[in-house]
């Protein structure tokens, strides 16, 4: 006993030097995320580039037209013509002969204005290339300084080694003595998504071995809330001090179900879709329509998916991964093809669900065999979302709900009042099983006497379950 007396402050001695040093290494991570950061979102690169309005286009297209013109002595532009038809080429977007003739005689003027039209056209694309450059670089680094002020938080009071609530620090210590686990600490993480994350320095100390899982149900019945051991650390609890993380179980689960059918059976589903838990915590489900049917469309709307897994997958904000997805769309230079993108993601925990459309049709929510038509604002391609509110829809959804999203091939196929017959359809079905749902919205709307395939057709469903 006198040995483990003396060898228990050499350990408290060495875990409180390691903490130090740990600190001061996060602490300078912190400080290049930060500084970064700023460098990222500073404005000295946009303060740089300055605009080039409609006066300024018109120079250019003097310089060209104008110069080597035989009558150019004759009816040089003087600098009302050159304001006035600046301020009509950026009030319009553009020129016509009329707008010309009215503030300058020009004997050339349809030469003169398409030039105009052209290089403006040009101007507004750079212009605009320009901006999302800009806006790229913030959001980039709006991501670098908040995990800047994560690492800053987990570090200044949000964990901590010293005990918060010592009645169920001793709580916990005495039931798991219970079963021959010796915890030496307790400490609490508080996590503002998932709760109260717990980590024990424990050890077995004789008898059979004991997994994490085992110890997680232990602790479930202290706290009578489920937990779950964290991923990637031991499957079980060995001889020695060691620390094993807990945190609270998913309250939510999901179960889908899918129905696809392309337009041509020869070619590919020019939607694409996906469906799963992204990362802890998060069910994501989307479905992209590429503009068309087939092959090419098929690649438009595979790579909207793909883009948007990857951002949500590295643990990007949804409100940011739709503003990177936004200037990405805005630097595409075959501007008449693009896909677009219904989005849904539920908070397994929470059991809220945000709903984002990019061009999509509305989806359908059946709760207690009542039907509720969730229509959202429908996003245009290409829109600004760093200036402006990206529309979320945020939902609370209960257990048993049943949520059906599609294409708009679905809707193209039906008559007149195809959303109000699909959601009558769904009212009318007496089956839970999300597969189930689909087979048979499927086989209704394919059955119908009006029924004409105009397009590729996706009909998702996700039935959303509580596990206590």
């Not at 013109?69 to 080429?89: H, M, V, W």
């Not at 992204?278 to 883009?307: L, P, Q």
């Not at 679905?410 to 009318?428: G, K, R």
């Amino acid at each position: 006993m006198d040995i483990l007396k003396k060898i228990r402050p050499e350990e408290q001695d060495f875990l409180e030097d390691f903490q130090e040093m740990v600190v001061y290494h996060i602490k300078q991570m912190q400080q290049c995320l930060l500084t970064a950061g700023k460098l990222f979102c500073e404005e000295e690169e946009e303060k740089k580039e300055t605009k080039r309005c409609g006066r300024n286009v018109l120079e250019s297209v003097i310089l060209k037209e104008c110069v080597g013109c035989r009558e150019y002595q004759n009816c040089k532009f003087t600098i009302a013509d050159k304001d006035k038809l600046g301020n009509i080429i950026e009030k319009q977007g553009g020129l016509s002969y009329a707008d010309l003739k009215q503030c300058h005689p020009c004997k050339n003027g349809q030469d003169f204005i398409e030039e105009a039209n052209q290089i403006y056209e040009r101007e507004l694309f750079i212009r605009g290339m320009r901006h999302h450059m800009v806006q790229m670089r913030k959001i980039i680094g709006n991501q670098y300084m908040k995990a800047g002020q994560v690492l800053g938080d987990f570090f200044d009071g949000k964990m901590s080694y010293i005990h918060k609530d010592d009645q169920l620090c001793s709580k916990i210590k005495k039931e798991f003595e219970k079963y021959n686990l010796k915890i030496w600490d307790v400490c609490f993480y508080e996590n503002p998504q998932k709760g109260r994350q717990i980590y024990l320095y424990l050890k077995k100390k004789r008898g059979s071995e004991i997994s994490t899982r085992q110890a997680a149900a232990l602790l479930s019945r202290i706290l009578k809330k489920k937990m779950m051991p964290l991923p990637q650390q031991k499957k079980l609890v060995k001889n020695g001090y060691e620390m094993y993380g807990f945190t609270p179980e998913d309250k939510f689960y999901v179960i889908s179900g899918i129905r696809t059918a392309a337009y041509k059976d020869e070619e590919k589903n020019g939607d694409c879709f996906s469906i799963g838990k992204i990362r802890e915590g998060r069910y994501v489900a989307m479905i992209s329509d590429g503009m068309g049917t087939g092959n090419e469309a098929n690649k438009e709307s595979k790579k909207m998916i793909e883009v948007m897994e990857d951002m949500l997958g590295a643990g990007i904000e949804e409100e940011v991964c739709i503003q990177l997805l936004d200037s990405i769309i805005a630097f595409e230079t075959e501007k008449e093809k693009y896909a677009t993108l219904d989005f849904f993601q539920l908070d397994l925990f929470a059991g809220i669900g945000s709903f984002f459309k990019i061009g999509a049709c509305p989806c359908l929510l059946k709760r207690k065999d009542k039907v509720e038509i969730l229509v959202g604002e429908r996003t245009v391609v290409g829109m600004d979302l760093f200036q402006s509110r990206i529309p979320f829809c945020r939902k609370k959804m209960e257990s048993e709900d049943l949520l059906v999203m599609f294409s708009d091939g679905v809707l193209d196929c039906m008559p007149q009042n195809n959303i109000e017959t699909l959601a009558s359809f769904l009212e009318e079905m007496d089956v839970v099983r999300p597969q189930a749902v689909a087979d048979r919205l499927f086989d209704r709307i394919t059955n119908m006497e009006e029924y004409k395939k105009k397009d590729d057709i996706t009909i998702l469903v996700l039935g959303i379950w509580d596990r206590y």
